[in-house]
């Protein structure tokens, strides 16, 4: 039987959940519900029917629930969480050993689209508010659009610019090619929230795409 070779996009983990983006991911997660102040750790990889086993081995090892498990035309990605971050890292290295791999064998983040976009128009703001999945995006207020590759990067980015700033997380999309998100505030604020995502998803090690 051939080996398989496994490629790793993404391998992403997030030390403590912010309360708004703990909060997102329970409106769209299908697992077990995570909260604020859980670590968390996303997982992308090919072939993406590989998660079904990897995501089995994880939390039958360790006291990580599963969050999401999806598979997609390429790819596959799952997340999983605990008040433990132990037992999330634990989790981490069990999958990294049943694919043969290591974390720096991941892609890189890239941005590939960063906006802020000052004093949003009414009729835009009723637009997006009928897309959204987080809180209300209200006329007037910055708004912050981060586009990354691979997918699954969005959440740390998320994640640390909520750490940055006083922000509300309005939309987050994690699965596909490209991860969106955007949040809104005052200029200041989306502004360090820019800074402390691009800041953090720089700061990743990996190998190009």
Request: aromatic share 8%; glycine share 8%; charged share 25%.
């Amino acid at each position: 039987m051939e080996k398989t070779e496994f490629s790793l996009r993404v391998y992403c983990y997030l030390d403590r959940m912010q309360p708004q983006f703990a909060a997102f991911v329970g409106t769209i997660t299908q697992g077990d519900l995570p909260v604020e102040g859980m670590a968390s750790l996303y997982v992308e990889m090919a072939p993406g029917n590989e998660v079904f086993r990897t995501v089995d081995i994880a939390v039958k090892a360790t006291e990580a629930k599963p969050g999401a498990q999806v598979v997609e035309r390429e790819f596959g990605m799952f997340e999983v969480h605990s008040h433990n971050q132990a037992a999330v890292l634990e989790s981490g290295q069990i999958v990294l050993d049943r694919l043969g791999l290591s974390s720096e064998d991941r892609i890189k983040p890239k941005v590939f689209s960063s906006n802020l976009i000052t004093r949003v128009d009414p009729y835009q703001a009723q637009l997006l508010n009928r897309f959204r999945r987080g809180s209300m995006l209200v006329p007037g207020e910055t708004m912050f659009v981060l586009e990354v590759a691979p997918a699954a990067y969005i959440t740390y980015a998320a994640n640390e610019a909520e750490k940055k700033a006083n922000i509300k997380l309005i939309h987050v999309s994690s699965v596909g090619r490209f991860g969106r998100m955007w949040m809104s505030g005052t200029e200041s604020d989306m502004i360090a929230a820019r800074d402390g995502a691009i800041q953090a998803l720089d700061a990743l090690e990996g190998r190009d795409a």
